[in-house]
């Protein structure tokens, strides 16, 4: 069976975009996959986090992945930390990744033009981690969204580069962006991917959202010139709330433009809130059943399986680099 590995950074809240472009592809694929479902802290920590915010954040995000369909009869759900050779083979692979390439990456210069001052190596060195999370498991599909796909494509690099130099060590993996989804906008600006660390709140539907919440940010979202209800590229904000409708309910594009003819923005809106909020209910619900105990016992078990996987790839890299066997 191929394999298939994705992660989602513990910090700020899960949002539509997260679900509609990653988690929603991860939970359909798991059947045809074997699945390994990561919560990526390390990353998290390339940015200030509240240490205590952080570690109940983890838990909340595994509640999540379960929640909204991850079936861990089926898949694996850890956290990068408690699997040690995330960060020990992100050390191999900085030794053959190059500044130049990191330096390049879209979301490294977006961070630092954010930051400017102290930009820390994490948030450099973040790709590499993200490299060796992904190669750790001989992954197969990395389903993400679209801003991850340069982070992908180093990942390969970096496979590439190191099987040609120390020999055949890890697979290369392929990116699996969804045609459609790939990249929810803010509702309070299309011009801008739908965002934890969005400025303005309202941009962002989270998952944990209640009714009256989801209801006002749909009321408050931005929209375009143009009264008809039909989906057009030349007008962004519409052609993103015309998507979410697309993706909760499976309804195809030209059923929506039927259903919504003669109608305005208004009642788009108050039914992309009624379809939402009846897609999020159930995941609530579900968020707020699961025990402590039972994610405990989940995430020990995952702990154990990733590392099952993870720490022989791991020797072998070592292996190949000459850093085994120096005290026989
Ligand atoms: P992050 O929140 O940065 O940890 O992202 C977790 C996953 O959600 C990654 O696969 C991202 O590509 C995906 N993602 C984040 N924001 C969006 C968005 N606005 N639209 C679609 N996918 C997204
Ligand atoms: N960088 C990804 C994001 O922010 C999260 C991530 C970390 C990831 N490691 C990964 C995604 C490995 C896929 C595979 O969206």
């Given at each position: 069976?191929?394999?298939?590995?994705?992660?989602?950074?513990?910090?700020?809240?899960?949002?539509?975009?997260?679900?509609?472009?990653?988690?929603?592809?991860?939970?359909?694929?798991?059947?045809?996959?074997?699945?390994?479902?990561?919560?990526?802290?390390?990353?998290?920590?390339?940015?200030?986090?509240?240490?205590?915010?952080?570690?109940?954040?983890?838990?909340?995000?595994?509640?999540?992945?379960?929640?909204?369909?991850?079936?861990?009869?089926?898949?694996?759900?850890?956290?990068?930390?408690?699997?040690?050779?995330?960060?020990?083979?992100?050390?191999?692979?900085?030794?053959?990744?190059?500044?130049?390439?990191?330096?390049?990456?879209?979301?490294?210069?977006?961070?630092?033009?954010?930051?400017?001052?102290?930009?820390?190596?994490?948030?450099?060195?973040?790709?590499?981690?993200?490299?060796?999370?992904?190669?750790?498991?001989?992954?197969?599909?990395?389903?993400?969204?679209?801003?991850?796909?340069?982070?992908?494509?180093?990942?390969?690099?970096?496979?590439?580069?190191?099987?040609?130099?120390?020999?055949?060590?890890?697979?290369?993996?392929?990116?699996?962006?969804?045609?459609?989804?790939?990249?929810?906008?803010?509702?309070?600006?299309?011009?801008?991917?739908?965002?934890?660390?969005?400025?303005?709140?309202n941009g962002c539907v989270l998952l944990l959202d209640d009714g009256d919440t989801v209801s006002r940010k749909f009321k408050r979202a931005v929209t375009d010139s143009g009264a008809d209800i039909r989906f057009d590229e030349t007008r962004p904000a519409l052609a993103n709330l015309l998507t979410?409708?697309?993706?909760?309910?499976?309804?195809?594009?030209?059923?929506?433009?039927?259903?919504?003819?003669?109608?305005?923005?208004?009642?788009?809106?108050?039914?992309?809130?009624?379809?939402?909020?009846?897609?999020?209910?159930?995941?609530?619900?579900?968020?707020?059943?699961?025990?402590?105990?039972?994610?405990?016992?989940?995430?020990?078990?995952?702990?154990?399986?990733?590392?099952?996987?993870?720490?022989?790839?791991?020797?072998?890299?070592?292996?190949?680099?000459?850093?085994?066997?120096?005290?026989?």
């Amino acid at each position: 069976m191929k394999r298939i590995f994705s992660g989602v950074q513990p910090t700020g809240s899960t949002h539509l975009g997260n679900y509609l472009g990653a988690l929603r592809n991860w939970v359909a694929l798991q059947h045809e996959y074997e699945s390994i479902f990561c919560i990526v802290n390390l990353h998290a920590v390339t940015l200030p986090q509240d240490p205590k915010v952080l570690a109940e954040k983890a838990r909340e995000l595994a509640r999540i992945y379960l929640a909204v369909g991850i079936d861990p009869q089926v898949s694996t759900i850890f956290i990068q930390s408690d699997v040690p050779a995330h960060a020990e083979l992100t050390w191999l692979l900085n030794c053959i990744a190059r500044l130049s390439e990191l330096e390049r990456m879209t979301q490294f210069k977006d961070k630092v033009r954010k930051q400017r001052d102290n930009v820390g190596v994490g948030l450099l060195d973040y790709p590499v981690l993200m490299a060796a999370d992904i190669l750790l498991y001989q992954t197969d599909l990395v389903p993400v969204g679209e801003d991850q796909k340069q982070h992908l494509e180093l990942t390969r690099d970096l496979a590439i580069r190191f099987n040609r130099d120390y020999g055949e060590t890890f697979r290369v993996p392929e990116p699996y962006i969804p045609k459609v989804g790939a990249r929810i906008m803010s509702l309070s600006d299309p011009t801008r991917k739908m965002s934890k660390s969005d400025d303005d709140p309202n941009g962002c539907v989270l998952l944990l959202d209640d009714g009256d919440t989801v209801s006002r940010k749909f009321k408050r979202a931005v929209t375009d010139s143009g009264a008809d209800i039909r989906f057009d590229e030349t007008r962004p904000a519409l052609a993103n709330l015309l998507t979410i409708y697309h993706l909760l309910t499976g309804k195809e594009m030209h059923e929506i433009e039927d259903h919504f003819a003669g109608s305005g923005y208004a009642r788009l809106k108050q039914e992309l809130a009624e379809v939402t909020i009846e897609f999020l209910k159930p995941v609530q619900e579900r968020v707020q059943s699961i025990t402590d105990e039972d994610l405990n016992q989940l995430l020990e078990q995952g702990r154990n399986r990733a590392r099952s996987i993870a720490d022989p790839t791991l020797r072998s890299a070592m292996e190949r680099m000459g850093l085994v066997g120096a005290r026989n």
